[in-house]
T-cell receptor, first 114, second 112 residues
């Protein structure tokens, strides 16, 4: 079983709809992240959380919100989806103990907004 | 403005030869650098990293070189294998933190 699981893997929806992408992890990591990937731009950070009660904006948080329901769960919401939010979305986790711990990624959610 | 850049969108090499992937950065506060590999329909997987106190780190066929004065790092894969065909992302962080800034990626194709 995957250590970092994202659901759904693919989603097609219409402009204006509310969308929730979910992420759960079994790695026991306290830090979780949401990124989006666009061609040629790499991965850009949307939101991150270092603990259940900690939520921080990343580079491109406008139009998104998150919820850290438990240490193992971190969900990303698009309150009113727009076409330029069409992208590949990744959740990641890392261990907060020690310096420079690498991030571990889920397999992504491909989101298309028509 | 992108703080981490991978100027080659793609690279093609012959099996058994060396692959060299390059990455440039602009933020002098970056002190930790990572390379990730990504296959289609999968998430990025951590490959190798280097701290700014070093100029080289080696792990099997993979070696990362860091030139701080030039703000440049490179990933060498020797010998290249067809299974190495993937997109490679360079990433950097500052202050020993977990916040990563990614480059745009380079697609490596290793031909048999």
């Amino acid at each position: 079983d995957a250590d970092v699981t994202q659901t759904p893997r693919n989603r097609i929806t219409k402009t204006g709809k509310r969308i929730m992408l979910e992420c759960s992890q079994t790695k026991g990591h306290d830090r979780m992240y949401w990124y989006r990937q666009d061609p040629g731009l790499g991965l850009r950070l949307i939101y991150y959380s270092f603990d259940v009660k900690d939520i921080n904006k990343g580079e491109i948080s406008d139009g998104y919100s998150v919820s850290r329901q438990a240490q193992a769960k971190f969900s990303l919401s698009l309150e009113s989806a727009i076409p330029n939010q069409t992208a590949l979305y990744f959740c990641a986790t890392s261990d907060g103990q020690g310096l420079n711990q690498p991030q571990h990624f889920g397999d992504g959610t491909r989101l298309s907004i028509l | 403005d992108q703080q981490v850049k991978q100027n080659s969108p793609s690279l093609s090499v012959q099996e058994g030869r060396i692959s060299i992937l390059n990455c440039d950065y602009t933020n002098s506060m970056f002190d930790y650098f990572l390379w990730y590999k990504k296959y289609p329909a999968e998430g990025p997987t951590f490959l190798i990293s280097i701290s700014s106190i070093k100029d080289k780190n080696e792990d099997g066929r993979f070696t990362v070189f860091l030139n701080k004065s030039a703000k440049h790092l490179s990933l060498h894969i020797v010998p290249s294998q067809p299974g190495d065909s993937a997109v490679y992302f360079c990433a950097a962080s500052a202050y020993a933190g977990n916040m990563l800034t990614f480059g745009g990626g380079t697609r490596l194709m290793v031909k048999p």
